[in-house]
């Protein structure tokens, strides 16, 4: 990828920190969410809101209950209980006593993207492809305009491709777009699904642990470029992520999440500093010599 | 995509001029294809004139010549004729199994569906009614029963099945793999047995101030099934020829499998195949990337079924009778081992499927069976062993070709090997298919192009 220079971040509002932020100022807002997975809470009671325009971070130990939060963001789990508003359009709400939850297809299409812990990419299709797969959920056309081939289905067609491209390129694949998406290198599969997920053009991008498996180059470039998707793009970014010099650099906001409860949250040098979170991620008697030294 | 034509405007009158110049910039890209692939162009252009010269070559001349001169293995209208219904059902059943991955064991109720719509709108059967309805026939305008021109029956057909295929898979699409098999499986039996069935229909039901009361009516003709049921007429609306003798009924079933060919490609090459490839490779992540799965599938389930629907209506047709005797569990399988003989997943893999095995099914071991009777009466009839034989031919086949004889590219890379041999096996591929010049997966010119183009790119970098 190609690291260019950053502009600087934009100045946030000033509220943001001190948590009396206007309502539309947040894009999405989740209180008292709780997922069971039968006797295993593994999120419990979580309020967290991701303010318009800003990079979060989700951080916590392994098995923290990061994923499945994120998982009930994009509606693949639903919660046991939890309300979560995106934009304004209510994805989880309370029905009786069980939660509802829009389907993932539904959330996509609402604006959020996602990549995959585990790179999840549509192997043997063309790098094109499979953003054109992105793509679809805005398409209009219908089968039978594919059947007979109608001169609106294939302007269409023409747009995506044109647009698709447009979307490789900014991960530096344009080259790269009728390789099978399985043959491509490691690092260029964490772009591709990037470019995947920009294609459903979403206002929130999810990101779960993408710097897992860089080097230090790479990672510093995919830092860069997920800060210019936000001056650029105006997204805002949802980050779970293990790299902490990749969360202090770049998050606006961190919260820290351990065995399923929010144990922290606030600015990167304020979480760092926070004796509970040493102690979730080091162990007690670590948070003692922390706190003496 | 075509590369070659632009869209200018709107509506018809756009759609109209796509066409035209489509079909005009026909000449110049078969011209550019004889420059850069010469043998295969010979040799595909060879195969297709022989194609369409074969039907009437065999009846004027290579009958006469196989029946009083030297016995040859050749097929006969009969058996040309099947060999375009059954691919017109692979070509569908690689719809569903092929491009969206969805294992169905029970296409044959389609099949089955499709034939009593024939039977239904096209015999004398709803005389017993006292229906009569006779449009555009050929028939005598004072006939009794239902006779409808063969194009509307076939319309029909397509979407009294698909709506049949849609009812079938809402509620059984949300499973996945094995239970989807299971519960088609389980459709596949009971809708023979229905026609078979129905043949004393009693119900006696009050719907509000309805008072239904119906008794011992033959809906399906039973056991005997329905006959006669009128030929299919052509050109369009049932004048000038009966399709049902020689080899015009060939060229009607040449006519729908290329109908079926270029459907199946157009959606292939669509949003709803790239759709449907998404769905196959890894259902979760399509799901989340927008592609409302439970809809996607549906629409494959149903427009797979349609074609067996045309299928079926055609079979009715050109047979003039049908029973529940002839849609035997055993025809799923039928259809389903031509679908993975050919290559499952390549429309051009479905239709040599169905070819060659209706060609060793109808023609081949009748023949040896003759020939093997003539010599040695004793010795087990071939003929008899089919299963046993496709069964072998299935095994050796998965053991040694998984991917089958014209396989899609990518189902080839999901069932061979992970790794190096993913790239061998695919410049292998093109190379045996520039020797026997059979269209290679994706016979379009972009295809090709963009395949044969990118075979060392991908080999480079493994």
Known sequence: ????????????????????????????????????????????????????????????????????????????????????????????????????????????????????????????????????????????????????????????????????????????????????????PYGDQRRLEIARALATRPKLLLLDEPTAGMNSSETRALTDFIRRLRTEFGLSVLLIEHDMRVVMGISDRVTVLDHGEVIAEGSPAEVRANPRVIEAYLGRDAAEAEAEA | MSSATKVIGTGPGAWFGFIGSTLASYPGRYRASYHRRRRRTILLTLLVVGTLIYPIVHSVLLAGFSRNVLPLPLPDDTVMTFMTIFAIMSIGLNIVAGFAGLLDLGYVAFYAIGAYVAAFLASPHFGQFGINLVFLGHVGPGAVGIHLPFWIVAIVAIIVVATFGALLGAPTLRLRGDYLAIV????????????????????????????????????????????????????????????????????????????????????????????????????TAAEMMGVNTVRTKLLAFALGASFAGVAGAFQASYLGATTSDFFDFSISILVLIMVILGGIGNVWGALAGAVMLVYVDKTLLPYVSQRIGDVAPTLPNPAQYNFLIYGVLLVVMMRFRPQGFLPSRQREAELSVHGLADADAQMGVVGEFDNVGVAPPGQDETGADSRSAETPDESRHL
């Open chain 1, 1 to 184: 990828m190609t690291v260019q220079p950053t502009p600087s971040a934009p100045t946030l509002p000033s509220n943001l920190l001190t948590g009396s932020i206007a309502d539309e100022s947040i894009l999405v807002r989740s209180r008292g969410v709780t997922k069971r997975f039968g006797g295993l809470t593994a999120v419990n009671n979580v309020d967290f809101d991701i303010p318009r325009g800003a990079i979060v971070s989700l951080i916590g130990p392994n098995g923290a209950g990061k994923t499945t939060f994120f998982n009930m963001i994009t509606g693949s789990y639903i919660p046991t209980s939890g309300d979560i508003t995106f934009d304004g359009t209510p994805i989880v709400r309370m029905a009786g006593k069980k939660a509802k939850s829009l389907k993932p297809h539904e959330v996509t299409k609402l604006g959020i993207g996602r990549t995959f812990q585990n790179i999840r990419l549509f192997g043997t299709m063309s790098a094109l492809d499979n953003v054109r797969v992105g793509a679809n959920v805005h398409l209009t056309s219908h089968w039978w305009d594919s059947i007979i081939r109608t001169p609106g289905m294939l302007r269409e067609e023409q747009a995506t491709i044109d647009s698709s491209m447009e979307l490789l390129k900014l991960v530096d694949l344009d080259t790269r777009a009728d390789t099978w998406a399985r043959n491509l």
């Open chain 2, 184 to 283: 088609t499986l389980g459709f596949g039996e009971i809708v023979p047995l229905f026609f078979k069935n129905l043949s004393s229909l009693t119900i006696s039901f009050a719907l509000g101030p309805l008072l239904i009361n119906v008794s011992n009516v033959n809906l399906t003709g039973g056991v005997q099934g329905i006959n006669p049921i009128d030929p299919p007429f052509l050109p369009i609306l049932d004048v000038l020829f009966d399709a049902r003798s020689g080899p015009l009924a060939v060229y009607l079933g040449m006519f729908l499998v290329t109908i079926a060919i270029v459907v199946a490609r157009n959606l292939d090459l669509s949003r709803m195949g790239r759709a449907w490839g998404a769905i196959r490779e890894d259902e």
